[in-house]
């Protein structure tokens, strides 16, 4: 006998999952800030990036590129995630989008993808779809940039990856050219999650 269908509140691949928890205000992903890493990376780039954040939720990274002159696509398909955004926003010159990352077609190339919290919140079984993805919406040279977590944590959000899961997602097209320890992870992450930079081949 089949399992019932869960209502959507309760299917992280559906915007109610999300906008219930961001309408309760329970965010426990949310640094409310720049993690430190990113900060640097992007300090270290020498020209602005047209920058893609799927899954941006509140939306903070965002609002540190506007900030710096950087094109930015901040995209979530929860639309109380997206009011959020647009609450810490304020006016800062970002296109705030509330679009399903699987079918959004960018109005510009992308050059960056940032991660931050959105694989691991996709069930596994879309995992080999956002692989697809983001190689399709990057060109030769683009790079995917972020935070990975790394670990076997079946039960989620946040879902765990095993890095040669990762591997598989990625290695077809992309060149890992950075990987760090994190810091100044939040708690949910503490201790299981790497920054890295992926360059599309």
């Not at 609450?87 to 109005?107: E, K």
């Amino acid at each position: 006998m089949n399992d019932p269908i869960k209502p959507a509140e309760q299917r992280p691949e559906h915007p109610d999952f999300w906008c219930k928890r961001f309408g309760e205000g329970v965010t426990p992903w949310d640094a409310g800030k720049v993690p430190a890493a990113f900060a640097d990376f992007i300090a270290g780039q020498p020209a602005p990036l047209d920058t893609l954040i799927p899954g941006c939720g509140s939306a903070w990274e965002a609002a540190h590129l506007a900030e710096l002159g950087w094109p930015v696509t901040a995209l979530d398909f929860s639309p109380i995630a997206i009011e959020t955004a647009r609450n810490i926003l304020g006016n800062a010159p970002v296109d705030l989008v509330c679009a399903d990352f699987f079918t959004f077609a960018p109005a510009r190339p992308v050059e960056l993808i940032y991660e931050r919290a959105f694989l691991c919140a996709l069930p596994r079984k879309l995992w080999a779809d956002w692989g697809q993805r983001v190689a399709e919406l990057l060109p030769a040279g683009g790079r995917l940039a972020g935070f990975f977590f790394l670990c076997d944590q079946p039960k989620g959000p946040p879902f765990g990856i095993l890095p040669e899961q990762l591997d598989e997602l990625l290695g077809a097209n992309f060149d890992r050219i950075e990987d760090a320890p994190v810091s100044d992870s939040i708690m949910v992450f503490a201790g299981r999650e790497r920054w890295q930079v992926w360059q599309r081949r």
